[in-house]
């Protein structure tokens, strides 16, 4: 029979084992305080609790709807300085994962109000072009400086020229100029097109995208209910059992 004092304390390699992880990955994660500090034996070695396995999960859950980073930061930020700080982090996560949204269906009204290549296969010049858009040619230019618009070059004149491609990539970053977008934002869609060979092409790329997106929001359900069991069962043990700001204390076994 298994003796009273030793009831509900955990070694290293059953937390390990529950997620196929190595028992120095468990330490690892205690160390940079993913997992609360665990209390010693007087040998020095670990006493891990149900507390502590439940962090565990609610750390592994959380990685794959934000990522390990802020997985890692929300986890230490909870251990650290307590639920409301660690929570803002959370919160973060879920703006980003609609700006993303906001970003896709920016790009989907933009790639659908592209008119289609003209006919010709001939170019045109900054001048034309600009008019076209109703911009100034130096906003081509300053386009152009940010990597979004490859024009070439006249041999003869050094102009800058504009193929049918150029003015498709130049139509898109107008679009997504008007929806508010700043250029660091619109240079992975411009090279997306390109990438694709047109717009048409792109039209599994934004499915894909979209999937992600649902996949990345449904993840943060399941991270969130898994850091959910974690709070709820501290909660009912009591202010002890999580760190409070500035302190980082074992939790009782």
């Known amino acids: 029979m298994r003796n009273p004092q030793h009831v509900g304390r955990l070694r290293p390699v059953d937390l390990a084992r529950e997620h196929g992880l190595s028992t120095q990955a468990v330490r690892n994660y205690e160390a940079a305080g993913i997992l609360p500090a665990a ?3 007087e040998h ?4 891990y609790t149900p507390a502590h396995a439940r962090a565990l999960r609610a750390f592994l859950a959380l990685v794959p709807g934000h990522g390990q ?5 929300v986890m230490q930020t909870l251990h650290r300085d307590g639920t409301d700080a660690a929570l803002r982090l959370v919160d973060e996560s879920h703006a980003q994962l609609l700006e993303d949204r906001r970003t896709l269906e920016a790009v989907e009204a933009a790639l659908g109000d592209l008119r289609p290549l003209p006919p010709e296969r001939g170019s045109t010049f900054v001048g034309p072009l600009a008019r076209r858009l109703g911009v100034r040619p130096a906003t081509l230019r300053t386009w152009e400086r940010a990597g979004l618009l490859r024009p070439g070059r006249d041999p003869r004149t050094g102009y800058r020229v504009y193929s049918p491609a150029d003015v498709r990539d130049a139509q898109l970053v107008h679009q997504l100029r008007r929806g508010g977008y700043l250029l660091q934002q619109i240079a992975p869609v411009v090279a997306q097109v390109r990438g694709a060979g047109g717009v048409a092409p792109l039209e ?5 995208w979209r999937g992600r997106l649902s996949a990345r929001g449904r993840a943060m ?5 898994a850091l959910h069991a974690y709070l709820d069962a501290h909660d009912a043990r009591g202010p002890a059992a999580v760190p409070g700001p500035g302190r980082r204390r074992a939790v009782s076994p």
């Open 204 to 208: 599994s790329v934004l499915r894909d």
């Open 39 to 41: 209390d010693r034996t």
């Open 221 to 225: 359900l399941a991270g969130a209910a």
């Open 69 to 73: 980073p802020r997985a890692t930061a």
């Open 44 to 47: 020095g070695y670990r006493r």
